[in-house]
């Protein structure tokens, strides 16, 4: 990337830095409503110092990891059977379309009363997340195989499970690249709502422990974290590995 | 003989793409099917390749009945249809059988890599090459499985004229290299006479053929040959009427739906 870029973006933040820094002298909002920049890097630093911020990370990760895993899994073999078999779509095509509708947030209830307050029921929210918008990708991803090449892989020979596996499967792999990296983003979405209601720990949890502990500089810091890993896990492991298969596959200059 | 359709026919429920079509190819012969769109030339040769049903009628190769697609029968698309996950040398191998060894398989790809030009790009990717090349690959990798009659749909349509011209001598040194029966379907008057040892012409609506003869004329054959020009004449006054009738029907139903 150009240096002019970063430069530009490097001086976004500063402004916007500073004007939250002027809004804080102006006296306008209470000190304890609306905390400086400095204030909520501290918060983070101390976070970060006495191993809180870390653990509640490393649960979170562990939330994540587990739910994204079955996610993938779940939502492979569903996207498989509806992209393959035109009974399966027909019948339960459109409802996977409503499911996918649903914002997690909504399964959390459910899944507090079904499993209980613990990280089962997170991992539970998070993979319901991940499931639907994985499984509908694979559809896709399964559709949009070019006829041509089933058709050349045919007349030389390849049918049955052979043609599925080295034809239709690395076909299909740019666009299940993106399924991958949108059930990454719905389920780190996921993730937050359903820590934020469950008793920990998780990003989440803090994050509402910070609220009833009216630590603002706390829940600004904890909302920072949680917008800078979404972004740079997408920007470092998903859009790259996606780009990286989509230039292979040529459908990418 | 080789190739063997017999009173063959191909409907879909709500229309007749063609029937009775008798055909006997020869062994080692580079036959063309030449016909406006539409009057099922394509479909036939699908029907040849086994990725299409037969209606009516039975197709056999070497006394076979052709039932399904088989590595006897190679296929060359209008697109290339390379796998782009795969290198140049890696599509040319696929429809080899597990029972050839890899060194086997590295020697046919070097093979057929060198007979269309390609050795240079085996390890290329199929997007990093232009258009024609990428039909040369698809032709290395049909040959690769040493079929017994080559298929080739339109094979050049996509292509611009000048790479179109190489592709036609590289083509006819194959031909006479591999002597391979080749079956080769062309809307291009000019591209069937230029090829072929003999050209089925189709007509349209519904599909028949109409005309079938021989082309007994040295090769390789300049586009100023006066045989050449004499044969291209004679075809054009037979399609002529053919491609009178698509465009009337197309006229009628404008006319029609929008007068």
């Known amino acids: ?253 | 003989m080789f190739l063997q359709m017999n009173e063959v026919a191909k409907r879909f429920a709500d229309h007749e793409v063609f029937s009775g079509i008798n055909v006997s190819i020869e062994k080692n012969q580079f036959v063309s099917i030449l016909g406006p769109s539409g009057c099922g030339k394509s479909t036939l040769l699908s029907m040849v390749a086994g990725l299409e049903d037969v209606t009516e009628g039975t197709l056999r190769l070497g006394g076979e009945k052709i039932l399904h697609p088989g590595t006897d029968r190679g296929m060359v698309f209008q697109q290339p249809a390379l796998f782009p996950w795969l290198t140049v040398k890696d599509n040319v191998t696929f429809p080899l059988k597990a029972d050839h060894s890899k060194r086997e398989k590295e020697q046919i790809a070097a093979n057929y890599l060198k007979m269309v030009h390609l050795t240079r790009f085996k390890d290329a990717y199929p997007h990093e090459l232009s258009g024609g090349m990428q039909q040369r690959v698809a032709i290395a990798r049909a040959l690769a499985m040493d079929p017994k009659v080559l298929l080739m749909d339109e094979p050049f349509g996509a292509l611009d004229e000048q790479t179109r011209h190489i592709l036609h001598d590289e083509l006819m040194k194959i031909f006479e290299e591999t002597k391979k029966t080749i079956l080769f379907v062309t809307h291009s008057i000019q591209e069937a006479i230029k090829l072929s040892d003999r050209v089925i012409v189709m007509g349209t609506r519904p599909g028949k053929i109409i005309a079938d003869f021989p082309i007994d004329i040295a090769r390789p054959r300049e586009r100023d040959d006066t045989k050449v020009i004499e044969m291209e004449k004679k075809i054009m006054e037979l399609l002529e009427d053919e491609i009178k009738k698509v465009m009337k029907e197309e006229l009628d139903y404008e006319t029609k739906h929008l007068g």
């Open chain 1, 1 to 253: 990337m150009k240096p002019s870029i970063w430069v530009k973006r490097i001086a976004f933040i500063i402004v916007l830095l500073a004007i939250w820094q002027g809004v804080y002298m102006s006296g306008y909002f209470p000190a304890i409503q609306f905390p400086p920049p400095t204030k909520v890097f501290q918060a983070l630093v101390e976070g970060f110092a006495d191993g809180t911020l870390v653990g509640a990370l490393l649960a979170s990760f562990k939330h994540l990891l587990i739910g994204l895993a079955l996610a993938i899994t779940l939502g492979t073999l569903i996207g498989v059977l509806l992209g393959k078999s035109r009974q399966a779509d027909e019948t339960a095509g459109m409802y996977l379309i409503a499911m996918q509708s649903i914002p997690s947030i909504v399964w959390v209830p459910l899944a507090i009363m079904l499993i209980g307050l613990n990280e089962t029921a997170v991992i539970f929210v998070v993979v319901l997340g991940g499931t639907f918008v994985m499984a509908l990708n694979v559809r896709t991803a399964i559709h949009s195989v070019p006829p041509e090449f089933i058709k050349a892989a045919r007349t030389m020979g390849a049918k049955g499970l052979p043609l599925f596996f080295k034809v239709e499967v690395p076909a299909s792999l740019p666009y299940y690249m993106s399924g991958i990296r949108l059930a990454w983003a719905f389920s780190w979405r996921a993730l937050m709502a359903g820590e934020l209601l469950s008793n920990g720990p998780g990003l989440g949890y803090s994050l509402r422990f910070a609220m009833d502990f009216a630590q603002m500089e706390l829940v600004i810091g904890i909302i920072i974290i949680v917008g800078v890993i979404g972004s740079v896990v997408d920007q470092l492991v998903f859009s790259k590995l996606e780009k990286k298969v989509m230039r292979r596959w040529g459908l990418l200059k």
